[in-house]
Structure formats: C-alpha cells, structure tokens
Nanobody, 129 residues
C-alpha cells in the first residue's frame, strides 16, 4: 500500500516562489505516474503537473513555464517548484500516485489519464496580490 504526504505549502506574495514536497512510502511499483493536482474553493480539481517512472513530465497550460515537477528516486519524494506565482494559483495542492504500465502511458499522459487511487492529505497554497 502506497501512502503520500505533502508538505511545503504556505502564503506568498504574487511573483514569489514555493516548493512543495510529497513523500511516498510503501510499495512503489516499477511503472507509475505521480502527479500534482489542485482545487480551489468552488472550482473543479485540476491536474497541474505529472511525472512518470521514465521521467516524462507533463504540465497544464496554466502553469507551464512557471512550475517544475521532479522526483528523487533515492527517497521516493516528489517535488513541485512553483515560481512566478499568481493569485489564481491559490488552492489546496494534492499529490497522487497510480500504477501505470508503459502500454497505458503510451495511450494517455499521466496528467490526463485519471485513475489515481492514492492521494495525500493536501497542502494549502495562498498567493496574495
């Protein structure tokens, strides 16, 4: 059973930066997707960035060029470096994990395939103008 736990959220002014971390524990399969999602009050959950077991990254258009997703395989930690933050980036951020064989990832990107069953508890990011 995989578990995920986020940290690193907080409050920052527009234009600032934050780095989120997500520690994964348990049995991490060889082929997987890890992703960051966010949800603001009254809005649908949105996929922000993903990375798979091959290191392939995908970003939503709203964060591309400003956010960077990465992972440290040595300690099974997922990161999200967020730069040039905007008030619209304010949301609860969640990391998620799913097993994803290569044939599945060849048909859909980790960011859009859905089916994530392991979620962290979330960390709040607030960006003030």
């Amino acid at each position: 059973q995989v578990q995920m736990a986020e940290s690193g959220g907080g409050s920052v002014q527009a234009g600032g930066s934050l780095k989120l971390s997500c520690a994964a524990s348990g049995h991490i399969t060889t082929d997987y997707c890890m992703a960051w999602f966010r949800q603001a009050p009254g809005k649908q959950r949105e996929g922000v960035a993903s990375i798979d077991s091959d290191g392939t990254t995908v970003y939503s258009s709203s964060v591309k060029g400003r956010f960077t997703v990465s992972r440290d395989n040595a300690d099974d930690t997922l990161y999200l470096q967020m730069d040039s933050l905007k008030p619209d980036d304010s949301a609860m951020y969640y990391c998620a994990f799913r097993s994803a064989p290569r044939w599945v990832r060849s048909q859909n990107s980790c960011l859009t395939m859905g089916g994530y069953r392991v979620w962290g508890q979330g960390t709040q990011v607030t960006v003030s103008s």
